[in-house]
């Protein structure tokens, strides 16, 4: 995970990351999870240990779409301000993803 240059002044010491991938298709809840102190870059892994619920599990899905986002609040809520960005959908299990923070939360 990377921070686009032209977003760097908005990101704070305190902020926190959040990792997470979505169904490219289905439903819109993320399917696993990595929150984070906000040091960027960061690597990562997403696998179904960080499964949000046992009955929607990473290995389920065909193609994934993986989202970043930095939160002020630290809330896993996505808010007005955040900072975000995501991949095109990929298979699970892909590596060398490279996830640029480069769009404000509307």
Not at 64 to 91: C, F, K
């Amino acid at each position: 995970v990377v921070l686009s240059p032209a977003l760097a002044s908005r990101m704070r010491p305190n902020d926190t990351l959040f990792v997470f991938a979505r169904a490219a298709e289905g439903p819109r809840m993320p399917l696993a999870i990595v929150r984070r102190s906000a040091v960027l870059p960061m690597s990562f892994a997403l696998d179904d240990s960080m499964a949000m619920s046992p009955q929607l599990r990473l290995s389920a899905f065909a193609r994934v779409v993986v989202g970043a986002r930095l939160s002020r609040s630290g809330n896993a809520t996505p808010q007005s301000g955040d900072l975000i960005g995501q991949s095109e959908p990929v298979a699970p299990g892909a590596s060398g993803l490279r996830i640029a923070i480069d769009r404000v939360q509307p």
